[in-house]
């Protein structure tokens, strides 16, 4: 091989080389990545939504609740000797228990106000940023269930075993038993005040300025396992298979949107940006939710054979009785 020939074949080398792509470990990674993330994409009512988080713990988390403010997301942990604590998960990942005084029961948020309610069994007690509590209503009930007004003026206060619900001004005086509400779990006020509740897993709404609460209809009858408002003033509910629904308050009925394809769900709330978390055995599940399909189709050209090219070749046979023939090959 002469120095030209040696020349060219080097400079077809480099060419080929520059031309294909090299995969390296951390690329295929990602890809592997991208693909298990694309193909895990769950579209709910216009939304999609990726596992984006799982924090587990030790326990059962029931009534989550969320302070759209700091990010801190409340709930009761149930252990596994069925005892109730209260606990914060911090934007940071660390949980922190709740020091109160009694046993803490469930936690609720005035958002508008920015203030985090504990519900105890010595009452109702204001919790602060820096950790420290401040009592707000003794009933001299074990309160296990509470709601705070969209305008923050009124709360609701459900109780046990006396199996009833108390009405509050907003500087914590009792005002009357709200006898319409039988059964208090769940309690949740909308903003334009109209009150929901589950009882024996059935949810009903009380529409404001009603005295009879109205059972919802397109739901669950026995698996609903809570109701949540959205920053968006959007009211949903999602059971126990983690079926998400919307309600239409004004006709007390609701309709199923999707499934997150999760069981054993024991609560769920949605943040400021409408993510949702999921509450199931040992864990808190968080979704995140885009408005636009995070993995967008890819076209991809496929020649199938209808519209293959063809490439006209002769093959020239030569007998004594043929003519030569034309043969089509398809590429």
């Not at 009452?123 to 420290?132: A, E, M, N, R």
């Not at 943040?271 to 076209?299: F, H, M, T, W």
Request: hydrophobic share 35%; proline share 3%; with cysteine.
């Amino acid at each position: 091989m002469d120095g030209w020939t040696l020349l060219i074949f080097f400079v077809c080398l480099t060419s080929i080389t520059d031309s294909s792509p090299v995969m390296t470990r951390e690329s295929l990674i990602k890809q592997i990545n991208t693909q298990h993330f694309c193909a895990n994409i769950l579209k709910i009512n216009n939304f999609y939504y990726s596992l984006a988080e799982r924090k587990n713990l030790s326990g059962i988390p029931a009534d989550i609740s969320i302070h759209w403010k700091t990010g801190n997301i409340f709930f009761t942990k149930i252990s596994e000797e069925m005892k109730m604590s209260l606990q914060v998960l911090r934007p940071s990942g660390e949980f922190e228990t709740i020091k109160v005084a009694g046993l803490g029961q469930s936690t609720t948020v005035d958002n508008l106000n920015d203030i985090v309610y504990l519900a105890t069994d010595n009452g109702v007690y204001k919790y602060k940023d820096d950790g420290s509590i401040q009592l707000y209503a003794a009933l001299g009930e074990d309160v296990m269930y509470l709601a705070v007004s969209n305008d923050g003026g009124t709360m609701y206060i459900a109780t046990w075993p006396q199996n009833r619900v108390h009405k509050l001004s907003n500087d914590g005086q009792k005002q009357e038993i709200f006898a319409p509400i039988p059964n208090g779990h769940g309690l949740t006020v909308d903003t334009r005040n109209n009150i929901y509740f589950v009882a024996t897993k059935t949810s009903y709404i009380l529409k404001n300025g009603e005295s009879v609460p109205i059972k919802i209809k397109g739901l669950p009858t026995d698996k609903m396992t809570g109701i949540y408002v959205s920053r968006s003033d959007e009211v949903y509910a999602m059971d126990e298979n983690s079926n998400l629904y919307v309600l239409e308050p004004e006709n007390a009925s609701a309709r199923h949107l999707g499934t997150f394809s999760v069981n054993g769900v024991n609560s769920f709330a949605m943040d400021e940006s409408d993510n949702i978390l999921i509450g199931v055995k040992s864990a808190i599940l968080k979704y995140k939710g885009y408005e636009r399909d995070p993995c967008p189709q890819q076209k991809v050209n496929k020649k199938g054979k209808r519209h293959s090219r063809r490439r006209k070749t002769k093959k020239l046979t030569t007998t004594s009785t043929t003519e030569a023939t034309e043969d089509y090959e398809e590429e």
